[in-house]
Each structure stands twice: as structure tokens, then as C-alpha cells.
């Protein structure tokens, strides 16, 4: 059994390195520059490095868009041919010959069948300071995201203290989640200092921001 690392090194550069058992060597097998740090046929996995005085990754769970067919709308039933549609349909090929039932189409007669269905997003933004540049990382990669987890360390009367510690708060992670259109937003990672009602404080502080 090969285990792979991936460590995200500054202007996104990520070393891929192979860890071998029983000795447990690391290789390194090479250093790639882009945003997506894992990717598989279903989904991608892309990061953002933010401020925290330390570096902090901010992650993006992206599921890939699928094409789906609505057979119920042709006269047809399912077979090859559905994925002879679906592939002249990705590449745009609208004269692909498609045979159904010892018939003949033209793959554009038949593009009407298909939808493609957006695949869902999840976000993970942990601690980062609420500074206008990490703002800006945040909307580049977490713009029309379904659901994110973001930090809100501290109430807003508590601004000082996160200014000081490169920590989020309350209204300032609201603002940024209603920039990005954030479909539902969830604060998370509070200060350990605070308790029941002061959480609802916090929280009756991110929610009155972001859905106004």
C-alpha cells in the first residue's frame, strides 16, 4: 500500500510526495502549480491560502455537473445510445450518428432529452482575519457556493480582540458569505471563552447580517 501526500507550499505550489510502509520513506515525486489540490472523476478539491498570521487553507468541495437524460420526454428505451448522446453532446457534436432501435439520428435532434444538473458545493473556511485581502480570496473561490462552514471566533464586540489574533467575527463573516451569494452559511469556530447566551449573541449577530 502507496499513501500520497499533498502540501500546499506558498503561490500555490503543491508537493506530491508518495509515503512507503514499513519503512515509512517519503518520496517526492514532483511539484505541480494550480488551485485544485485533489480531483477524481465525481469532484474537485481547490484551496485558498489565507492570512492568519500563519498561513491557514481554506478548502472547496466541488461536486463535477452531470448530464442527465429524461427518457420519459422521447418514445425510445435506455441503451447504448444514451451515452453515445451524452458524450456528442459534451463535445459539442451535434451530427454524431446516433443509433437507436436500428434507427438513425442526428445527435442535435436529440440534445433536447438532456439536462445537466449542477453539481453541489461545500465550503470550509476556518481561521483567517477579516482583512480586505482575504476577503478577496474568499469571493474568488467560494462565489454561488451551496453550503459553507465559516469561522466567526467572536462577537462583534469582540472586534478588537480579532483584529489583534487574525481572527474572523460575527458580522464581518456574514458580509463576506452574503458577497460570495453563499446559499446557506454556517458560523462555526467560536472563542472558547464564550457560553450559551453569548453564542446566541454571536450567532443572532451573523444571522441579522446575512439574511438582510
Not at 469582540?158 to 456574514?174: G, I, M, P, R, V
Amino acid at each position: 500500500v502507496l499513501y500520497e501526500i499533498r502540501e500546499i507550499k506558498e503561490n500555490n505550489q503543491i508537493v506530491v510526495s508518495q509515503l512507503r510502509p514499513p519503512e515509512w520513506q517519503v518520496i517526492e515525486l514532483e511539484t505541480k502549480q494550480e488551485s485544485i489540490i485533489y480531483s477524481t472523476d465525481k469532484f474537485d478539491v481547490s484551496y485558498v491560502m489565507l492570512d492568519h498570521k500563519t498561513a491557514s487553507i481554506a478548502y472547496l468541495f466541488k461536486e463535477k455537473d452531470r448530464i442527465k437524460i429524461n427518457i420519459s420526454k422521447s418514445e425510445f428505451k435506455g441503451g447504448k445510445w444514451v451515452n453515445e448522446l451524452k458524450t456528442a453532446f459534451e463535445e459539442n457534436n451535434k451530427t454524431a450518428a446516433i443509433h437507436i432501435e436500428g434507427t438513425t439520428h442526428q445527435a442535435a435532434a436529440l440534445f433536447h432529452l438532456l439536462e445537466i444538473k449542477r453539481g453541489d458545493s461545500l465550503g470550509i473556511i476556518m481561521d483567517h482575519a477579516a482583512s480586505p485581502p482575504n476577503h478577496e480570496k474568499i469571493i474568488s473561490l467560494f462565489k454561488d457556493c451551496n453550503t459553507v462552514f465559516i469561522e466567526c471566533f467572536y462577537k462583534l464586540e469582540d472586534k478588537a480582540f480579532a483584529e489583534l489574533n487574525f481572527h474572523s467575527y460575527s458580522t464581518a463573516s456574514a458580509r463576506i458569505m452574503k458577497a460570495c451569494q453563499v446559499r446557506n452559511a454556517i458560523p462555526v469556530h467560536f472563542s472558547r471563552k464564550y457560553r450559551g447566551a453569548e453564542i446566541d449573541i454571536l450567532l443572532e449577530e451573523f444571522y441579522k447580517v446575512y439574511n438582510t
